[in-house]
């Protein structure tokens, strides 16, 4: 089964505020962006993968990932993350009714391709499915089978609405890089110690991050 990831970005000037402890902000844009580089870029080396559409207004994002080979869809609807999410999906199945379609976070800088292959291999038992993040309090995946919506709810406290939306929570060992998002400095911290993508490593590199 070949999936499409709709990833949602906000403009890189809003992005990562919380991690105003670690970055100040002239840095946090730049560190954003390297996130979801890497994300994408080890999405679409995941062998489940067929494509990765990116639903962002900015410019300058829109140019670098698709240089990495993301699609990129405007977010025509700016009414934020679970509107976009919506927009994109509804995109990207206009060209491909019939295959599966999993939201995914743009800040995953650990992610590994084999470990996110694992997820949606279980998410693809379900009609609706998603992933609790780290802390076990949000989501970093939502995935939905081919004519089901992807309905998603994400923002603060979504596996609860995740749960309650009856999609199926996907409860696997040995995929925290794809649960680890990074919205934090302790997360940041975090997803180094997994082992981050060149362009995070690169960006974290110019911190001063207490613990590393």
Known sequence: MQWTLVIPL?????????????????????????????????????????????????????????????????????????????????VVRASRPEGPVAALNADLPALRPLELDRVLAAAAEFPRAFLPDAADFGTTLLAAAAGR????????????????????????DAVDSVRQDVDTGDDLRAALALGVGPRTAAAAARLLIPGQ
Request: hydrophobic residues 50%; charged residues 25%.
């Open 149 to 172: 919506e992807l309905l998603p709810e994400f923002g603060t406290g979504s596996r609860a609405r995740h749960r309650a939306s009856g999609a199926a929570e996907l409860r696997l």
């Open 10 to 90: 906000k403009p890189l000037t809003r992005a990562k505020s919380r991690l105003a402890d670690t970055a100040g902000d002239g840095v946090r844009p730049g560190l954003a962006l390297a996130f979801a580089e890497d994300t994408v870029a080890a999405a679409l080396a995941c062998p489940a993968v067929a494509d990765v559409a990116v639903v962002t207004d900015d410019l300058l994002a829109g140019r670098e990932l698709a240089v990495l080979g993301a699609r990129i869809v405007p977010d025509e609807p700016r009414a934020g993350l679970n509107a976009a999410l919506v927009h994109g999906a509804s």
